[in-house]
């Protein structure tokens, strides 16, 4: 018996164009008193990153799938296959690297292998929602002789920034960020150089902020204005918003909004309604504020963005954007008064009515959000960075 382990050292989030680094420990559990015959051999190990992709039959239209990749991998035990067994395609990885060959643990001995491969800038983010899948993992494959192979599966979340694609490394030290403080290696001044360029891509990106009002009225006049300071943040930031209805004509008695994020369907991939499909669009909503607000003039909110959440991408498939979706609930009567008057010659008894006519209307607007800092993002969102298998 052999036990593998296989821990992710900064934890399971990472950017794209990162370097991924894992320690794999191959250790022999029988107590060091056991005889030599006791003995473990592995033939080989060996590690690669892929990205799976899974599509819903009844939200997306894909074209018919080549009959050499079948949409469920085939259990091959004689050929490394990291996608072995999982559903859907596999649309990227990153080439193969052998961990060690012929290996041989005597009771009680350990070995450990370091593995690092720069995670494809090119790729999906990895995101899990109604109508597509895109999924992260670093797979070990271990082989004993004349047995099949064992896989080792290290869930992986990535984050995606647009515009790093097109960045190079620069030549010239002087030009990079870097810290006097430490010495890295090439590939580790390169790793760092990305961190910290993706870091002051998305503090210029998210630290703008101007006043931006938007009046809202319906079919009968103003029902208020709204006030927002930016339109761009990142995840684990909150959306804080401002609602005047002290100049408002129509009286609003209460109102909602929800961040949520729209998954659409690219056109072209779209099922129709008619065959069966289901919506080409889903909204899901992470965050929810509701007021009762008659007589209120001025109120405001707060809504978190989730560091679990995914940031908003577009690929050839599917689209997910962000929004504030508001619904208003409105009085039909103009100068609606439900207050009693302040000022009566003698005690009375005043209720209030009890119905009121009123209309609901809805208004979306869309705002950005960006990824964080993997470091964060892991820390507020641990998941697991340690996998552990038994061959």
């Given at each position: ?122 790729g ?7 109508s ?34 097109d ?12 810290s ?13 150089w ?22 809202i ?19 684990g ?9 002290g ?39 992470h ?54 008057p ?20 809805s ?11 993997p470091t ?16």
């Amino acid at each position: 018996m052999i036990e593998v382990v296989a821990e992710l050292s900064r934890g399971p989030v990472f950017l794209a164009g990162e370097a991924l680094e894992c320690v794999v420990t191959v250790t022999n559990p029988l107590p060091p008193t056991a005889t030599s015959a006791s003995s473990e051999a592995l033939a080989w190990a060996s590690a690669q990153i892929h990205c799976q992709f899974h599509a819903s039959e009844s939200r997306v239209a894909l074209p018919p799938p080549d009959s050499s990749q079948p949409d469920v991998q085939p259990e091959s035990q004689t050929v490394f296959l990291p996608h072995r067994g999982e559903r859907g395609q596999c649309i990227l990885s990153t080439p193969p690297k052998i961990l060690f060959c012929d290996l041989r643990l005597d009771p009680g001995e350990s070995k450990s292998y370091s593995y690092s491969e720069v995670l494809p800038i090119e790729g999906p983010p990895s995101f899990r929602g109604q109508s597509v899948k895109y999924v992260y993992k670093l797979t070990i494959g271990c082989q004993r002789v004349n047995s099949p192979i064992t896989l080792l599966r290290v869930p992986l979340r990535v984050l995606v920034l647009t515009g790093l694609q097109d960045v190079r490394f620069p030549q010239d030290e002087a030009v990079a960020p870097s810290s006097p403080f430490l010495e890295e290696e090439d590939g580790g001044k390169k790793d760092s150089w990305l961190a910290e360029l993706a870091g002051e891509r998305l503090m210029a990106a998210t630290s703008c902020r101007s006043l931006h009002l938007y009046n809202i009225s319906d079919g009968r006049g103003k029902v208020g204005t709204f006030g927002i300071f930016k339109s761009v943040y990142r995840l684990g930031e909150d959306v804080v918003g401002t609602l005047n209805l002290g100049e408002g004509t129509v009286a609003c008695l209460q109102f909602s909004v929800s961040l949520q994020t729209e998954e659409r369907v690219q056109p072209e991939y779209q099922r129709r309604r008619g065959a069966g499909g289901a919506p080409s669009a889903s909204h899901v909503t992470h965050a929810r504020h509701q007021e009762s607000c008659l007589h209120t003039t001025r109120t405001s909110f707060s809504l978190p963005i989730p560091l679990s959440s995914t940031p908003g991408f577009c690929t050839a498939v599917v689209s997910l954007k962000w929004r504030l979706h508001f619904e208003f609930v409105t009085s039909r009567e103009p100068g609606l008064v439900l207050l009693p008057p302040m000022e009566q010659p003698e005690p009375v008894t005043w209720t209030g009515p009890e119905q009121v006519p009123v209309d609901t209307f809805s208004w979306d607007l869309p705002i950005k959000v960006l990824p964080t800092s993997p470091t964060l993002a892991s820390y507020a969102a641990p998941g697991p960075s340690t996998s552990t298998i038994t061959i």
